[in-house]
DNA sequence: GTATTTTTTGTTAACGGTAACAAAGTGATT
DNA sequence: AATCACTTTGTTACCGTTAACAAAAAATAC
């Protein structure tokens, strides 16, 4: 493998002059840019990135801090990391993914957080010393990416109201985060908008136990009805509930999941979700962070992505 | 952040007594050897992997090729990706993920390389030159590590015969890939074992186009059935399948996934499926190949883990 | 008690880059 | 032609670690 000298040698000039054509061409005349362009290329010459990162004092590493039981959203997060790898590897970055239990000394020069409970701000994120960024609305000044949690929510509800159904329920995790608190909020303003009254179910994120909720609601109910849940994995419970129950789905009874990775397609009927832009939420994680730690920690803003309502058979034919 | 030279000269020493200490301590006299370990502690000393790494012509990064369709295996891979983890930060390399797409020049130690096809031998991995473990068994001498896929299906095909149903057909994924010709096989032989006839169907791994296969097949069929999948998606499409019939699960129609990552929990009624230990399988990947690296890339063999059957209300009540 | 071996410690020079400074070349100004 | 300013190139030292060798100290032999 080529290195810098190799390359100096053979352009017969100074390693100095080869390192300045790849950081500061402008600096080189344009005769020994040229000379130094075809020496590279002739040796197939990569930079040494482990060399970079000694002078530079940086490790190219980033970690992916899960702080959330990682069983619970596999899927989604695997959309999550290839969106953030793509990034990384452009920029010769490499990952450290990295959970609540491994609290290794943090040689890295950042870290993406994710599943991050009111708790973790205090006892793990503000320690911290490298830059952040989090995967998640949060209210305490850090920068983030995340969907229009809110918005979403509103959008389903309205979905399904213009279906011509006016009792709808809410189906929601019993977890009082941001995200679920905007979501619980897009819910209740469209709700109130329409004078009509909130219904808020909150439970554990489980297909089984929203299941088992919702036979016990449909049971009891003969009018037209529909479910707006908080999670795809939700939403397939409420699915399976009609199903045992053997009432029509969307013409009794409507469901609507949130996330749109994974589930709401293994569903059958295919479910009505808000489908987040994952990957690309990813992407602009990783782009953020870096950017930030070229940056020297300069705080990068927010940045919260539009949701798109997916709509499929659990509400229209 | 403390280096080698400063703790060498609170301990008084130069700096290779302390790099000796932390690499070949028994070269260093037992007082000294203390007087390191004392200023180490004091300094909150960690060693500075980015350095070591460009002494040994190291990168500290492997990368994880991924040369299927990620989309179509999504949560299987956050576990093995998991499991790699686990072992890669204990021994302080990190990760990059790849996929057919990003053909980058490969600086990295080693590659665990996984989802590959029959062409894929002579057109990628052969042509690489680092350490390599494939997560998929194979029959070009790489070294692998997976689950006895062979063996695997031989206990769900007897378990189901042990419900005492005879007429049992197999569903599997249209790829003649090593993992899927000896799940057929295991099968198969079960079932001219006990003198039965196989009935193997191959399809796309889509939960829909089993669904919709077995719609056709259990509407003609009035005797006891049971659907061996190669997979817990084919397996979850069935379940859709008998649920839209009518059909009764597991007294009518009995079902087998494989896999056991995820999805078989989402079905309802829960999957009775083949468990795969992918988080301990994705650790062993990841062990064999840095023992690999460090071993100056010899052979490390083949680990084939034993499946676990997981019994639940697909074939028994 | 000196020569010889063995153990323990220190010195130097890498690994592959880059920043900071020094030197040489170029051209304009007087 | 001498001075100055500017551009272009090269030299040196350093990032934090380790291998290879050298030197010193300790142990052993005779």
Redo the contacts between chains.
């Keep these: 493998m080529a290195t810098l000298s190799d390359v100096a040698r053979r352009a017969m000039v100074s390693k100095m002059t080869v390192s300045r054509v790849i950081n500061h061409p402008e600096q080189v005349s344009p005769e020994l840019r040229q000379l130094v362009y075809n020496s590279m290329k002739a040796l197939n010459y990569?930079p040494?990135?482990?060399?970079q990162?000694?002078v530079h004092h940086?490790?190219?590493?980033i970690k992916l801090l899960i702080l959330e039981e990682?069983d619970t959203t596999?899927?989604y997060?695997?959309?999550l990391?290839?969106g953030i790898?793509?990034e990384?590897?452009q920029r010769?970055y490499?990952?450290?993914?990295?959970t609540r239990s491994?609290h290794?000394?943090c040689?890295c020069d950042g870290l993406i957080v994710t599943g991050m409970r009111e708790d973790d701000y205090e006892s793990i994120i503000s320690r911290l010393e490298q830059p952040v960024i989090l995967f998640g609305e949060n209210m305490k000044g850090y920068d983030y990416v995340d969907v229009d949690n809110k918005k979403g929510m509103k959008i389903t509800t309205e979905h399904v109201m213009a279906q011509g159904c006016s009792n709808i329920l809410f189906y929601g995790i019993d977890i009082e985060e941001p995200f679920m608190l905007s979501r619980i909020a897009g819910y209740e303003e469209t709700m109130k908008g329409k004078k009509l009254l909130p219904q808020i179910n909150l439970m554990k994120n489980s297909?089984?136990i929203a299941?088992f909720e919702a036979e016990k609601v449909l049971k009891k109910i003969s009018e037209r009805v529909a479910f707006v849940c908080a999670s795809d994995?939700l939403g397939?419970?409420v699915v399976?509930a009609a199903?045992?129950l053997g009432m029509a789905i969307p013409d009794q009874v409507m469901i609507t999941g949130f996330d749109g990775?994974?589930?709401d397609r293994?569903a059958?009927p295919k479910l009505t979700t808000v489908r987040q832009p994952i990957v690309e939420m990813g992407k602009t994680c990783a782009k953020l962070l870096l950017d930030k730690i070229d940056q020297d920690g300069r705080s990068q803003g927010i940045c919260v992505y539009k949701p798109e309502l997916v709509i499929r058979n659990t509400t229209v034919h």
């Design positions: 990569v040494n990135y482990v060399a990162a000694l940086r490790t190219q590493v990682m596999e899927p997060y695997m959309n990391l290839a790898a793509v990384l590897d010769h490499s990952l450290q993914l990295v491994s290794t000394i040689r297909s089984h299941q994995r397939i419970g399976h199903q045992r990775v994974f589930l293994i059958q």
